[in-house]
Nanobody, 124 residues
Framework: QVQLVESGGGSVQAGGSLRLSCAASGVTVSTNCMGWFRQAPGKEREGVARITIGDTINYADSVKGRFTISRDTGKNTVYLQMNSLRPEDTAMYYC??????????????????WGQGTQVTVSS
């Protein structure tokens, strides 16, 4: 059974920071493909960041330099550190897993499992 549970969302002012956590079970975060996605009301889900074997990482251009994805293998948890938050970062953030490192991408359809999401709201 694969389960992904996000936490750490909340409401912050522009320029603030949040750290999202994704606690995974049934999938090993160090050897598979783990991603963070977000979806704002009325918009399509978009890839934010992904990490896979060898700490190979990709970010969306809109968050590069502000967000950092990382893993704690001992806790089997993936994190998304979000700094310098902007109102346009407001969205539901989802953790996702692909059960291999091959084909690890920023595309939602390439992922097999999803968490239920955690809301991030950034006010100006």
């Amino acid at each position: 059974q694969v389960q992904l549970v996000e936490s750490g969302g909340g409401s912050v002012q522009a320029g603030g920071s949040l750290r999202l956590s994704c606690a995974a079970s049934g999938v090993t975060v160090s050897t598979n493909c783990m991603g963070w996605f977000r979806q704002a009301p009325g918009k399509e889900r978009e890839g934010v960041a992904r990490i896979t074997i060898g700490d190979t990482i990709n970010y969306a251009d809109s968050v590069k330099g502000r967000f950092t994805i990382s893993r704690d293998t001992g806790k089997n948890t993936v994190y998304l550190q979000m700094n310098s938050l902007r109102p346009e970062d407001t969205a539901m953030y989802y953790c996702a897993a692909r059960l291999t490192w091959l084909g690890c991408s920023m595309r939602g359809p390439d992922y097999n499992y999803w968490g239920q999401g955690t809301q991030v709201t950034v006010s100006s």
